[in-house]
């Protein structure tokens, strides 16, 4: 009862607004995709002095990496291997550098003056996205629209539907839908860093998103976005818990429906106003929900400001950072993971901004997040507490996968700046396999209750 009044609640509210929906662009800007900027809107042009390379490309799909087995779980493996920093940023020189960092880097280096850095490489701007995706991008410029007062799109799925954004509803739409892979079975390992040790967790997630399988085009109107199944391997407290969720298009019309499989009593039980700030499994309760993936799910807690466009150092082809080669002991340092092995480059992010609703409850008053203008993925996330001092920190590392001729989030690390811990999300290094991209093999009747209890026993 208390879900469904919440949602009459905010669909009221928001009823006032769908008068407002965002149009479309202009016929003259929509044709800039593909000339003057990328077919999913990055401006194609390097910067004035040349430290930010025009957009080149060059490679789709598995054309850097010959040999790469495809859909199998491939280790990712680092295309530019013989490249080296050309500096490396430190709290002894990082004031020269200010005007390219974001506010989470700094309180970085400065809180870890002696081992915290940031190696800066080349930068590369050489994947492209396949032909479809660019036409389904094209599509959306000229007639995709946000309503419900942004609590949903309408939208041709496949793409990010607004590749020349207009506010900051439609850059965090961009950032909620890019293009992704259709399926997903992986097993990925979790740390919780402290000073009194290391937590570990491990969970098995298996996903499908239909409508980004290649062979399909629909509209966001068709309701489910994705289908996940989530299974907990480590802690030992956790093990054996399964959570099934489904994801929607449009948050003010359907649910974000999730159900909980407990090992304790053996029962399924489906949970209320799944996401936001609640604790996510397999961390000890150092991240909450919305903030895999930097955001996801409902953005109805937060007004959302599309700050405008910088050139930063921020993590990119992060090959290094995933390779079986680097193992978790190397990586796992105190107080912060080891920084040798990541790969920062200058690049060009939009910023958005999200305050925290009169009203609105969250742990987090204000996030900032840094998004990828070449693939709308989000790179840095800054999240400030209730008396809006910076908290906690998110550096998420990703590289291109031929699986998908897309970019996939590699390990996403959290630092908690008050009490000096940090999590890694999401590592597969000493994992046998790493994700299994668009093998497919899933349907949605796979995601149910039932697949919960079943998963569970």
Known sequence: MQQHALRIAVTGALALFAAQAMAAVSAAEAARLGKDLTCVGAEKAGNADGSIPAFSGKWLGAQANPGWKMNAGSHASDVYPNEKPLFVITAANMDQYAARLNDGQKALLKKYPSTYKMPVYQSRRDFRYPDYVCDTAL???????????????????????????????????????????????????????????????RLKSVGLTPAYDPKVRSKTSDGVYSYYMTSALLPEREK????????PYNFAKNYRLAWRYDPGTRRVRQVPGYGFDQPTAGVGG?????????????????????????????????????????????????????????????????????????GM?????????????DSWHGLYSDQYDGQGKLWRAAVAHHYYSPDFSGWFNSTTFYHDLNSGSYVAYGMLNEQPKSDVLNAGGLKPEDFTADTARRAGK
């Open 240 to 247: 054996g818990g399964v959570t099934v969720s489904h994801e």
């Open 361 to 373: 409850r969250h742990l987090y008053s204000k996030r900032v997040m840094y998004l990828d203008e």
């Open 139 to 201: 599509e959306n410029a000229k007639g995709a629209k946000v309503t419900d007062g942004g609590m949903g799109v309408d939208a041709t799925t496949g793409a990010v539907p607004f590749p020349i954004p207009k506010s900051g509803t439609e850059a965090l739409w961009n950032m909620l839908l890019p293009h992704r892979p259709f399926s997903v079975n992986t097993v990925r390992d979790n740390a919780t860093v402290t000073s009194n040790g290391i937590i570990w967790g």
């Open 286 to 358: 150092s991240m909450v929900i919305d903030e895999d993936r930097l955001f996801n799910g409902s953005p109805e807690r937060y007004d959302w400001k599309l700050v405008g466009k910088r050139e930063m150092y921020v993590p990119y082809n992060a090959y290094r950072v995933a390779s079986p080669k680097l193992k978790y002991k190397d990586l796992l340092t105190p107080n912060h993971p080891n920084t040798e092995p990541m790969r920062y480059e200058l690049h060009r992010v939009w910023v958005l901004e999200g305050k925290l609703k009169p």
